[in-house]
């Protein structure tokens, strides 16, 4: 459906819970009242098992009976064969009967397919985070979100907000405007991965509960005792269960909002002995880690102000820590490969051997593209829906202190 027909048809102001009630015309086994729960038991697959409805009712015509209520799958000409046995055997009646339903009763696909126009695509699928769903509603449906949040914010008792995306991502934060169209405002959540809880608030930072998988894949791929450079760490996905794992993870973003959460999950799930937080530019973060200029700030307590102090801090006197690390995590899929000409002269040779040098994983949107493990070159695709995870090799030029070419290792929707 246009946009413009959308318009030409009148929204409902509220919700008409009525329009739902219905008589659902059902068979049913007569059966004694006093045996009720045995031929219950029996033929327990061949009831009508609904959500929120029971499979036995009284029987209008016999105080002493009970009506067993069948699926609604069944007719009388092909009822299943242990029914028909069950029946003959015990000489039991078969009667037609009805089972009022009303708006609890049917799922949000079947509300919404009734409540909007024909022709219009009904939005059930969407992105939990939390207690917030979201939605990315298209335009001809725009006159009826506040239903839509409401229909899904009843149906769905785990959702406290409903939020809906404004316009793209155009910001260097990976950021989206939203508007809540039912529920509650607040958008600080939690959510769990790989068994850690991360809080965040979806209207300041970014998180796409859909890369939990890749998150994992890379995680499992580094071993304890290995040093980790997130350079854009988000609120800690890969840095918190990396540190879990074993690994010393320097963790930095340059949205101060995700550089507090990420303090914050980093305390909540009790590595901070082994995850420290910065809030700097991804490039600069680069060349310091490499230099081995890196001191980072103590990380706030949890009962401190909303925003800590940016932990921007690095060495001023001539590099003497050396952070031997093995891998470099670039998760900024619009513009992370624009950041590996910092890897270029970054390395000084006295505290860099050849052959040293870290994987870089560098993740960039890409769609159409076949992608094996060996190909060479970087190619960026300005196409939602697609990641590829590049690696450097370990081909550091001493003399012309190039960076070094990069391979792609993984590739995936």
Known sequence: ?????????????????????????????????????????????????????????????????????????????????????????????????????????????????????????????????????????????????????????????????????????????????????????????????????????????????????????????????????????????FAVPAAARGCTVYANDLNPDSHTFLCKNIQRNRVTERAFAFNMDGAAFIREAAAGRLAPAALPPLSAAKRPVPSTAVQESKPTQRLPFHHVIMNLPASAVEFCSAFRSAFPEELWEAGSLPKVHVYAFAKGVDCEPGDRGIAAYEEDGWFVSWCIQNDFDRGRRAMPRLRIVAAGS
Not at 91 to 111: G, M, N, Q
Not at 112 to 117: A, D, E, G, N, V
Not at 166 to 185: K, P, Q, T, W
Request: hydrophobic share 40%; glycine share 4%.
């Open 1 to 237: 459906m246009t946009s413009e027909a959308a318009k030409e048809i009148e929204v409902p102001i509220s919700l008409d819970k009525s329009l739902f009630d219905e008589e659902i015309s059902v068979l049913a086994l007569q059966v004694p009242k006093q045996r009720c729960h045995e031929y219950m038991k029996s033929l327990s697959k061949y009831l009508l098992n609904k959500p929120r409805l029971q499979n036995v009712k009284d029987a209008a015509s016999s105080p002493d009976s009970k009506l067993l209520l069948l699926s609604t799958d069944y007719t009388l000409d092909d009822l299943p064969e242990p029914v028909l046995a069950l029946k003959e055997k015990e000489d039991l009646t078969l009667v037609p009967t009805t089972v009022h339903v009303d708006y609890s009763y049917w799922p949000a696909p079947h509300v919404l397919k009734r409540l909007l126009p024909e022709g219009m695509e009904v939005p059930s699928a969407f992105e939990t985070i939390g207690h917030i769903a979201h939605l990315n509603l298209r335009e001809d449906a725009l006159p009826w979100k506040h239903l839509i949040g409401q229909v899904l914010l009843e149906k769905n008792v785990k959702l406290r907000t409903i939020v809906n995306k404004l316009g793209s991502i155009d910001n260097e934060y990976r950021v989206f405007d939203m508007e809540v169209i039912a529920g509650d405002e607040d958008t600080v959540t939690e959510v769990q991965q790989q068994g850690h809880r991360f809080q965040l608030d979806f209207r300041k930072v970014y998180w796409n509960s859909r890369l939990e998988r890749e998150h994992t894949r890379l995680v499992t791929t580094f071993a304890p005792g290995q040093v980790i450079l997130d350079v854009m760490a988000g609120i800690g996905p």
